[in-house]
């Protein structure tokens, strides 16, 4: 299948974001209590910070509100944007397709932290739409936040292909019936 839409996702994927979002989530769990292994962090890479908080809540049987802990998550993580690097194959393919293609940017994370992300790293300006978890209401796995993407840039989902860096990105993918490419496998 030839693409006439690429769509990336944006922690991962395009940006080396993982790592810090981890020490941001490692402040604010501490701060509250609550149980959270960097294992299970990377498993559920893609899903919003409030529905991680959510569900860890709910088991944990924490009296916490998880939209309130969720901002404290973000500020956490802000200050360390300026550490912020490029995945760079990831980024050369955007780079070899923008201009010829519409790139869409299908991200979990929040507006301002995916803006903030795209514009540090010189990018923002490449893609036609960038979709975030204020934008939909089922979130990865479900193939919602794709499934808009291709909808903004004008394209059926079938001519679409996906980047992502995670099991629960790639179900979502999958599950919008676009083309699927596992980033992992470009950076091993």
Known sequence: MTPRALIFDCDGTLADTMPLHWRAWQTVTERHGIHFTEERFYSLGGVPSRDILRMLAAEQGLAIDPLVVSKEKEAAYLPLMPQVGPIGPVVEIAREHRGKLPLAVASG??????EEVLNHLGIRGWFDAV????????????????????????????????FEDTDLGMTAIRAAGMDAVDVRTLLG
Do not use: H, M, W, Y
């Open 109 to 114: 994370g929040s507006r301002r932290a995916i």
């Open 131 to 162: 979709v975030t978890n204020e934008d939909i209401v089922r979130q990865k796995p479900a193939p919602d936040i794709f499934l808009e993407a291709a909808r903004r840039l004008g394209v059926p989902a079938e001519f679409c292909r996906a």
